[in-house]
């Protein structure tokens, strides 16, 4: 399948890795190799991270809990995320495990692992789409999470990219990578 990044504008030199990231819905109904996952979430380990604290945490979905899982979702994400070979969700640590203070950067860092994570997903020929649209409550029982001393940070789809056809109309025309913001907005030179 062909996917068309001309609403991308990268500058020359950039990585295509990185401007070719994208959060596909679509998803074709596959399993993944046991030794597959475990080298995707292997490389959030080698993101940086405030005194090498590594603060995340993630929980995927097998074969036996998938529908468990999805059910964490919210109903729309439901609709297309069923078709994805593993849902997972990010969690945080929100205290430095060395002497217990509060991390204020746990989110950042466990933001540097997701997308580690999603890099190597895509080496590997799989896609990612992260979502906010969780039950949290349900999450957080469900995962048995801390309140005081977990953050759950967000879900997301891993799979096989599908076709769009499949996916109900409202969301086939979101189906694209999205355009980004021109750099001089995002770049400040003072």
């Known amino acids: 399948m062909s996917i068309d990044f001309s609403l991308r504008d990268p500058l020359p030199g950039v990585v295509e890795q990185l401007s070719h990231r994208w959060s596909p819905r ?59 070979a593993v849902i997972g969700f990010l969690v945080a640590k929100k205290n430095f495990e060395h002497n217990g203070k509060p991390n204020a950067h746990s989110g950042f860092d466990s933001g540097a692992a997701w997308m580690s994570m999603v890099l190597q997903a895509q080496h590997e020929g799989l896609h990612c789409h992260g979502m906010a649209g969780i039950h949290k409550d349900a999450a957080n029982a469900f995962f048995a999470l801390d309140n005081n001393s977990d953050e759950l940070i967000m879900a997301f789809a891993l799979g096989k990219l599908g076709n769009t056809a499949d996916l109900p109309e409202a969301l086939r025309s979101k189906e694209v990578p999205s355009p980004r913001k021109p750099l001089q907005e995002i770049w400040v030179q003072k």
């Open 26 to 84: 679509a998803f074709t109904e596959t399993s993944l190799a046991p030794e597959v996952l475990a080298r995707i979430i292997d490389a959030a380990r080698f993101a940086p991270s405030c005194f090498n604290a590594q603060p995340w945490r993630f929980y995927t979905s097998n074969d036996s809990n998938f529908a468990d899982y999805l059910a964490l979702l919210v109903d729309a994400n439901q609709l297309w995320a069923k078709e994805a």
